[in-house]
């Protein structure tokens, strides 16, 4: 059977915008409990610019669209197809029987399929408005927390057994934060917090990075984190001409102890962030929002915080501070506390 409007070469491939999905992949399985439970497929996306995103998906919603795209683009007799025609990737039928998650996990390896020759199909298919709004992050795809991402955990979760912690200039590595709390499956993996820094070793796989938090090393999905500082693509990394990041050490002094927290901060420390941001950073942080803020002057005593003037003197006494530092960040010297303990 000819098939010519099912290949697309390279000049097709570069006619499509950098938005649009060319790969999706299921990475794993959740549960949505409510009025009827159901499996949904925890699907990432990878667009033409190379960016990568979560969506979440029944297989209702496969079926639709297979539905729409037959209505619109199947030929009246597949023999002979016409232009703006194509033979579409066979779906997985509806099961009506069995245990759900069983049913969901059996159709993976065929959706993965489906999505792959669907993406594979020419330019004009894949600017359709069904196609483009199946594999849209929705607002409600992008709020929600992943879990484990089993899917696409690499193949061997060993890490080295050293037990040397390696030494590094903080501002200066390949870093992280995390967007996500993550709950490691095993020694292997890291636990994280939303808010946490992560300092960057290597790269295991496209999906997942080696770091280090809290003085334990492990294994960890590079969605459930945003890069500050990169990895360099090889041994020797030059100078990096991105943004300057700086890091704060923040604490929050309860009735039960202190709880730590790295936080970075977008800005260089040449530009003055504001007090309000600075503010409603930190109450994101700690879930705290009855909090006043304080930091440590070179002397060891606390000042308290209360507009930008302060933010600015702040600034100025932990650039003194640093001065022989690559990029004058103040670690150390942010506290936030509560009324109680003012």
Same mark, same amino acid.
């Given at each position: ?63 639709? &669209? ?103 200039? &903080? ?18 993996? &890291?636990? &994280? ?150």
């Amino acid at each position: 059977m000819p098939l010519p409007q099912q290949l697309r070469d390279e000049s097709d491939f570069d006619q499509l915008p950098h938005n649009i999905p060319v790969s999706a992949t299921i990475a794993d399985i959740e549960e949505k409990k409510g009025f009827i439970d159901y499996f949904r497929f925890v699907i990432e996306v990878k667009t033409k610019g190379g960016s990568k995103y979560l969506i979440y998906r029944r297989y209702r919603e496969f079926f639709n &669209l297979h539905q729409t795209l037959e209505a619109r683009y199947s030929p009246e007799d597949p023999e002979k197809p016409g232009p703006n025609t194509c033979i579409l990737p066979p779906l997985p039928g509806k099961v009506y029987i069995g245990n759900k998650q069983e049913i969901a996990e059996s159709r993976i390896p065929e959706l993965n399929t489906y999505m792959k020759r669907l993406l594979g199909f020419p330019a004009w298919f894949l600017l359709d408005e069904a196609i483009r709004m199946f594999f849209y992050q929705t607002e409600q795809d992008s709020q929600h927390q992943p879990r484990a991402l089993r899917r696409l955990r690499p193949p061997t979760r060993k890490v080295k057994a050293e037990t040397v912690k390696p030494k590094m200039d &903080l501002f200066s590595s390949p870093r992280a934060e995390a967007i996500f709390d993550f709950r490691g499956n095993g020694k292997a993996e &890291l636990n &994280l917090k939303r808010g946490e820094v992560i300092f960057l070793l290597r790269r295991v796989n496209a999906d997942w990075l080696e770091g280090t938090v809290n003085n334990q090393t492990g294994i960890f999905p590079e969605s459930f984190v945003k890069i500050i500082k990169p990895l360099p693509e090889s041994d020797s990394e030059g100078e990096s001409g991105g943004h300057t990041y700086s890091c704060l050490h923040c604490c929050l002094l309860t009735p039960s102890g202190v709880i730590t927290r790295d936080v970075c901060v977008q800005e260089a420390l040449t530009i003055q962030p504001a007090y309000k941001e600075l503010l409603s950073r930190m109450r994101d942080v700690f879930k705290e929002d009855d909090i006043a803020l304080n930091y440590r002057d070179p002397q060891g005593d606390l000042i308290r915080i209360l507009d930008d003037e302060d933010i600015q003197l702040m600034i100025k006494e932990s650039r003194a501070l640093h001065d022989h530092g690559s990029d004058g960040c103040f670690a150390d010297a942010f506290a936030v506390f509560p009324p109680a303990a003012r």
